[in-house]
């Protein structure tokens, strides 16, 4: 069975400072990785996704993502944090054989000091 | 290009009473998901549907919870009778369908207080 773990429900940086949110993930065939972001009061906007190719992931707002198959992980990495990025961060995974459903993390919730 | 929209966008009303959440999914996708978000649960799938067709409603709670797709441009999620524990965010999302490359679109989410 598929599964996501985002370690750390709350992660705070300094406006400026490097972002890494981390995920890890089970699955016993190839995934496909998402991650979302969600405002207050609004729903889930994609960042970036890995299916297939370069393992090195570039999004919006200027974040990216590795997909590391020997770790499981996908991490999310932003170098710099603007306090508009103060926001949840949602993980997910599907398989690869086509079905449709996602499997999310817990989230992961950014808090940016000034 | 309009996005998925739900409807209402907030929704009280008190236990014991009907409840109808609306979602129409962006034009051309052809499958549709109900998530059901909280605190304590965070986000979990509810039902979805590919062409209309419920394809997976094992998240669905019980038998007070029911949804419908008649077209594809349209689908409701109904619950009946409603309780306090239904409080929730509930959203909607939606995908071309053409492979699970694709990344859901969600909607903006319809805030359900049950008082």
């Known amino acids: 069975a598929q599964s996501v773990t985002q370690l750390g429900s709350h992660v705070s940086v300094s406006e400026g400072a490097l972002v890494l949110l981390r995920c890890n993930y089970s699955?016993?065939?190839?995934?496909?990785l998402f991650w979302y972001v969600q405002y207050p009061n609004q729903g889930l906007q994609l960042l970036l996704k890995?299916?297939?190719?370069?393992?090195l992931v570039k999004g919006i707002n200027g974040f990216e993502a590795e997909f590391k198959k020997s770790e499981t992980s996908f991490h999310l990495t932003k170098p710099s944090a603007h306090m508009s990025d103060a926001a949840e961060y949602f993980c997910?995974?599907?398989?690869?054989?086509?079905?449709?459903?996602?499997?999310f993390g817990t989230g992961t919730r950014l808090k940016v000091l000034a | 290009d309009a996005g998925v929209i739900q409807s209402p966008r907030h929704e009280v009303t008190e236990m014991g009473q009907e409840v109808t959440l609306r979602c129409k999914p962006i034009?051309?996708?052809?499958?549709l998901f109900w998530y059901r978000q909280t605190m304590m649960r965070g986000l979990e799938l509810l039902i979805y549907f590919n062409n209309n067709v419920p394809i997976d409603d094992s998240g669905m709670p019980e038998d007070r919870f029911s949804a419908k797709m008649p077209n594809a441009s349209f689908s409701t999620l109904k619950i009946q009778p409603s309780e306090p524990r239904d409080s929730a965010v509930y959203f909607c999302?939606?995908?071309?369908?053409?492979?699970?490359?694709?990344?859901?679109?969600f909607g903006d989410g319809t805030r359900l207080s049950i008082l």
């Open positions: 699955s016993s065939v190839p995934p496909y």
């Open positions: 997910a995974v599907s398989e690869a054989s086509g079905t449709y459903k996602y499997i």
């Open positions: 890995y299916t297939t190719g370069a393992t």
């Open positions: 999302a939606s995908l071309p369908g053409e492979g699970s490359n694709q990344p859901q679109h």
């Open positions: 034009s051309g996708h052809n499958s």
